[in-house]
């Protein structure tokens, strides 16, 4: 494999000759050859999306040049629009535990695609990372990664299979079987009893979901090293926020405390809790079909699942 | 076997489930890890719970389109099981009172009799009333 040598605060070392990152990744995934997993694609998006929203914030606040604020932008729209995105990003998943080199990936990639396109030198850390530290955007990325992929993914999927149960609730509704309790048959009950029991179970987990955007919505971008935002705009937190949500249509804006949002992850925690439960209603309902499509001759057989 | 359908589908789901819950226990963990200014977890909380969500969204249209949506009704299945079923005496409890109905719904399963014969010949209810009141698809209405 050929090589070209980069630089950093550390001093020199080897990086792939065509890689789009540099010294600072490359230090990463010399230390961290742990899983082979690298971050999901998911957050690696939400991240340059990230980037593009503070490139914009600071060029409105006079923080980085015009043209430099520019040439980030467009590298993120091409990085977004690339089949192989992780390509540029090897960093395992077990690396420093404040994702630093996943930020500082993201800083290096856009520096060497938005220095080609400016024609002048953008800066990883002076341009791209201004105003940010990865202790406030690594977490606001969290937030961020998790909220887009609620919107345009699990509510979306959640919803569809609510009304495919009503649907075929509707469908079976003439039929009656033997209910049962501690698997021991019981008074009858109707199929589409069972089948709506699912739907509202399903239906109060959109709901749980749901209730936890709205914290999840708040972000910790701003509050930079450890809460108090030293060294950003005042405004920036704001700007970012207001760049961030014409990206993605999502209203994101600043947490009423950063020092929580960067020491902690209790949104996290309470999303992923609810994601638990949600997994319970679908074991729940997972097994009520085995069960009722058990047999054919020496189980229940009450169903017959489509073969596959 | 071959010929053998299984059900792939809710087993899939239900091993999403299982690994769901598992990040949600190395979740809690790294949501632990918050040390003064900073968690110090964040990557591993980005990954599991950004898998939590994409599996999730995955096997629940599988779930949909692949299981709920296509399944076929054994009637015959259905009716067999309910005529037997004893426990549907459970329905002349309010008029016979509950020992009466055990000792029909226990007859009935031991000598593999429908519970409608059995309360015939036990009590003074006649075979009309009898077979409104066992009715199945009466008693999933709830009342008494």
Redesign the interface.
């Known amino acids: 494999m050929s090589t070209r040598i980069e630089r950093d605060s550390m001093g020199e070392l080897e990086v792939p000759s065509e890689a789009l990152y540099s010294a600072q990744t490359q230090r990463a995934v010399i230390n961290f050859p742990v899983s082979g997993?690298r971050?999901?694609v998911?957050?690696v998006r939400s991240l340059l999306l990230a980037k593009s929203a503070a490139a914009k914030a600071n060029v409105t606040l006079d923080q980085i040049p015009l043209s430099v604020g520019k040439s980030i932008c467009e590298a993120v729209n091409t990085l977004l629009k690339s089949d192989d995105l992780l390509v540029h990003f090897p960093v395992d998943?077990?690396?420093?535990?404040?994702?630093t080199s996943?930020n500082m990936n993201a800083n290096e990639v856009l520096a060497t695609i938005s220095s080609e396109l400016a024609g002048e030198a953008v800066s990883p850390n002076d341009h791209i990372n201004c105003g940010q530290s990865s202790?406030d955007i690594?977490?606001s990325?969290?937030h961020i990664?998790?909220s887009i992929?609620?919107r345009e993914?699990?509510i979306p999927?959640?919803e569809?299979?609510v009304?495919?149960?009503r649907?075929?609730a509707l469908e079976?509704q003439h039929?009656?079987?033997?209910g049962r309790t501690h698997l021991m048959?019981?008074?009858?009950?109707?199929?589409s009893?069972s089948?709506e029991s699912w739907a509202s179970q399903i239906e109060g987990q959109i709901e749980a979901i749901k209730r936890i955007e709205k914290p999840l919505h708040c972000l910790a971008q701003g509050g930079t090293?450890?809460?108090t935002g030293v060294n950003a705009h005042p405004s920036f937190a704001a700007e970012f926020n207001k760049e961030l949500s014409k990206l993605t249509e999502i209203p994101f804006s600043s947490a009423s405390n950063f020092?929580n949002y960067?020491?902690?992850?209790?949104v996290?925690?309470s999303?992923?809790?609810q994601?638990?439960s949600?997994?319970?209603s679908?074991?729940k309902?997972?097994?009520d079909?085995?069960w009722m499509?058990s047999g054919p001759l020496a189980g229940?057989?009450?169903?017959?699942?489509?073969?596959? | 076997m071959p010929g053998k359908v299984n059900p792939v589908i809710p087993e899939a789901v239900a091993m999403v489930g299982a690994q769901v819950i598992g990040n949600d226990a190395t979740i809690t963990i790294a949501g632990q890890s918050g040390n003064f200014e900073l968690n110090v977890m964040l990557p591993v909380i980005a990954h599991n719970l950004l898998e939590s969500i994409a599996i999730l969204s995955s096997v629940s249209v599988l779930l949909a389109d692949k299981a709920v949506k296509t399944f076929k009704v054994n009637e015959n299945k259905l009716k067999e099981a309910l005529s037997r079923n004893p426990i549907l005496v459970t329905a002349l409890n309010p008029i016979i009172g509950y020992l009466k109905a055990a000792e029909i719904a226990k007859t009935a399963y031991r000598e593999g009799r429908p519970v409608i014969d059995v309360a015939e010949q036990l009590t003074d209810l006649s075979r009309a009333e009898l077979e409104k009141l066992l009715d199945p698809e009466k008693l999933t209405q709830g009342g008494i």
Not at chain 1, 262 to 266: A, E, F, K, L, P
Not at chain 1, 300 to 308: M, R, Y
């Open positions: 997993l971050m999901p998911s957050f998943v077990f690396q420093t535990g404040s994702g996943s202790n690594i977490p990325v969290i990664s998790s992929e609620l993914k699990l999927a959640l569809h299979l009304q495919v149960i649907s075929k079976v039929y009656v079987k033997t048959d019981a008074m009858p009950v109707r199929l009893q089948l090293a450890v809460g020092f960067i020491g902690t992850q209790d996290a925690v999303l992923s809790g994601l638990k949600l997994a319970v679908m074991i309902i997972a097994n079909l085995r499509n229940l057989g009450e169903i017959e699942l489509e073969a596959l």
